[in-house]
C-alpha cells in the first residue's frame, strides 16, 4: 500500500522557520521524484519544490529560492521541506506527492504528473 504521510505543519510568526517531512512507503522510491506542492485557500494548486530520490537532484519554485531547502533521508525513506524566513503568503496547506521519473525532469511542478499524493499539512504564517 502506497502512503505518503506529511508532518510539521503548524502556525508560526512571520520571519520563522518550520520543517516539514513525508514519510513515504509501499513504492520503490528510487524510481520517482518527490515533490511538496502548496494551496492557499481559493487558489491553485503550487509546485514548491521537487527532489529526484535516487541522485538528490533539486527544483525550486521562484518565489522559495533561498528560503526553503528540500531534502531526503535514504535510510528513513523520507523527504523534507526545510522552511526559513516565512512569509504569510506562504499560508498553505502542503502536500507531498511523487512523481515517476518515467515523465522526465523538464517540467518538475506539473500536478498531473505526480501519482500518489499525501493528505496535506497545513501551514500558517502570522504577522
Known amino acids: 500500500q502506497v502512503l505518503l504521510a506529511e508532518s510539521g505543519g503548524g502556525l508560526v510568526q512571520a520571519g520563522g522557520s518550520l520543517r516539514l517531512s513525508c514519510a513515504a512507503s509501499?513504492?520503490?522510491?528510487?524510481?520517482?521524484?518527490l515533490g511538496w506542492f502548496r494551496q492557499a485557500p481559493g487558489k491553485e494548486r503550487e509546485g514548491v519544490s521537487c527532489?529526484?530520490?535516487?541522485?538528490?537532484?533539486?527544483f525550486y519554485a521562484d518565489s522559495v529560492k533561498g528560503r526553503f531547502t528540500i531534502s531526503r533521508d535514504n535510510t528513513e525513506n523520507t523527504v523534507y521541506l526545510q522552511m526559513h524566513n516565512l512569509k504569510p503568503e506562504d499560508t498553505a496547506v502542503y502536500y507531498c506527492?511523487?512523481?515517476?521519473?518515467?515523465?522526465?525532469?523538464?517540467?518538475?511542478?506539473?500536478?498531473?504528473?505526480?501519482?500518489?499524493w499525501g493528505q496535506g499539512a497545513p501551514v500558517t504564517i502570522f504577522s
Open positions: 527532489i529526484t530520490y535516487s541522485d538528490g537532484m533539486t
Open positions: 509501499g513504492f520503490t522510491l528510487d524510481n520517482y521524484a
Open positions: 506527492a511523487a512523481k515517476a521519473l518515467t515523465y522526465g525532469l523538464g517540467y518538475p511542478f506539473l500536478p498531473h504528473q505526480y501519482v500518489y
